[in-house]
Structures are given as structure tokens and as C-alpha cells.
């Protein structure tokens, strides 16, 4: 998951600049897309520096893989909620990989 996870990061990082806070009291219009993204948050926060980067490392796991490109076409077909997806995991993921020494 992690292996999956490190490749969108990386399509978040250059969105990073398109980076605005959501209102913490507005409800998402997808739930199960917060969900995803709580999964991607605490996998990148749980995780230790040395973890991640042995992930990189790691060949992509075919069903992971298959997963990922689902993701990314919701994400691109709907930019509503690519919009919010980005909103939630860009700044938690950069500060993780910043931390690790993973981005300038």
C-alpha cells in the first residue's frame, strides 16, 4: 500500500503549489473518498522514515498497481473531488517525505 501510495505522492507534490486549506467544518461530499485518504495519511504518518524509503526501493506490486490507476482516473474524472482529495493528503505527505529527507 505504502509502494502505491509513494507514486501519487509524488503526482501530489508538483500540485502541492495548488495547495488550499479546506474549512475543517465543511463535510465532504465523498465519504469514501475521505476515507482513502485517512488511509493514505496514517499510513505516511505511522510510518518510519526507513520504511518508506525501503518501500520505494520495492518493485510495484501488480494489484497495488491496479489500485493506484483506479484511484488516479476517479481523480481525474472528477475535479471536484480530486480537489479535495489533494487538499487533505498534500501537506501530511510532503511534511513526512521532508522530514525523511525524500524532497529538498
Same mark, same amino acid.
Given at each position: 500500500?505504502?509502494?502505491?501510495?509513494?507514486?501519487?505522492?509524488?503526482?501530489?507534490?508538483?500540485?502541492?503549489?495548488?495547495?488550499?486549506?479546506? !474549512?475543517?467544518?465543511? /463535510?465532504?461530499?465523498? %465519504?469514501?473518498? +475521505?476515507?482513502?485518504? *485517512?488511509? #493514505? =495519511?496514517?499510513?505516511?504518518?505511522?510510518?518510519?522514515?526507513?520504511?518508506?524509503? !525501503?518501500?520505494?526501493? /520495492?518493485?510495484?506490486? %501488480?494489484?497495488? +498497481?491496479?489500485?493506484? *490507476?483506479? #484511484? =488516479?482516473?476517479?481523480?481525474?474524472?472528477?475535479?471536484?473531488?480530486?480537489?479535495?482529495?489533494?487538499?487533505?493528503?498534500?501537506?501530511?505527505?510532503?511534511?513526512k517525505m521532508f522530514e525523511c529527507g525524500m524532497i529538498p
Amino acid at each position: 500500500m505504502i509502494r502505491g501510495c509513494f507514486a501519487v505522492a509524488f503526482l501530489f507534490l508538483f500540485m502541492l503549489a495548488l495547495y488550499v486549506p479546506a !474549512a475543517s467544518t465543511q /463535510q465532504s461530499e465523498y %465519504p469514501v473518498m +475521505d476515507k482513502v485518504a *485517512q488511509k #493514505v =495519511i496514517d499510513k505516511y504518518q505511522t510510518s518510519s522514515c526507513e520504511d518508506l524509503k !525501503a518501500k520505494k526501493e /520495492q518493485p510495484a506490486d %501488480p494489484k497495488q +498497481d491496479a489500485m493506484k *490507476q483506479r #484511484v =488516479i482516473g476517479m481523480l481525474k474524472s472528477d475535479p471536484k473531488m480530486r480537489e479535495q482529495f489533494l487538499n487533505k493528503v498534500a501537506a501530511p505527505i510532503a511534511n513526512k517525505m521532508f522530514e525523511c529527507g525524500m524532497i529538498p
